[in-house]
């Protein structure tokens, strides 16, 4: 491949992701939530066994935050939870789809979290990663994020020991 057609599938794939449109998502939409975070989160595969989610807590955790979405060509390229209260936000459960990784949406879900905390008058966004995915964590610090502590993992059984990493972020106001 020239070096002039490799720009432009890169401008092509970059111009392609950045359209997916951004929306709140529904009730309605937990099941193909609950699809994508399973793609998304097969890499975890590892160290538990089993889907990450089901659409009935996607759709119980909609009671207590939101999730945004991308859509791209008709279907989900990404979602990301977000909670927010007492001046303190929450995000978790960030996907992309498998096919859309590594062409920004996750760093733009990351963004729309924070914006939305933001306007929710929170002082600082949190989440938590696994510790057994390295990865996240560099990921997350070069996004302006520190680790502030551990708590352990219960969400279901695992393979090897884990724990969560909580990292925060202060909003700028």
């Known amino acids: 491949m020239s070096d002039a ?3 432009r599938s890169v401008v092509h794939d970059l111009a392609s992701t950045s359209a997916a449109s951004v929306r709140r998502a529904t009730v309605a939409d937990a099941a193909a939530i609950a699809a994508l975070v ?3 989160y097969a890499i975890e595969a590892f160290f538990v066994d089993g889907d990450r989610t089901d659409a ?5 955790m909609m009671q207590t935050g939101s999730f945004i979405v991308l859509d791209d060509r008709g279907g989900l390229a990404g979602a990301v939870y977000i909670e927010g209260g007492q001046r303190r936000g929450y995000f978790g459960m960030l996907a992309v789809a498998p096919e859309q990784q590594g062409h920004g949406l996750g760093k733009r879900l990351v963004r729309i979290a924070e914006a939305l905390c933001e306007a929710a008058d929170c002082d600082v966004i949190a989440l938590r990663i696994i ?3 390295e990865e996240l964590g560099r990921w997350y ?3 302006g994020y520190r680790e502030v502590g551990v ?3 219960t969400h279901r059984p695992v393979k090897r020991p884990c724990h969560f990493i909580e990292m925060q972020r202060t909003l700028v106001a």
């Open 131 to 133: 510790n057994l995915r």
């Open 38 to 40: 399973n793609q998304a």
């Open 151 to 153: 708590t352990p993992y």
């Open 56 to 60: 009935a807590e996607i759709a119980a």
């Open 5 to 7: 057609s490799a720009k």
């Open 141 to 143: 610090r070069s996004l």
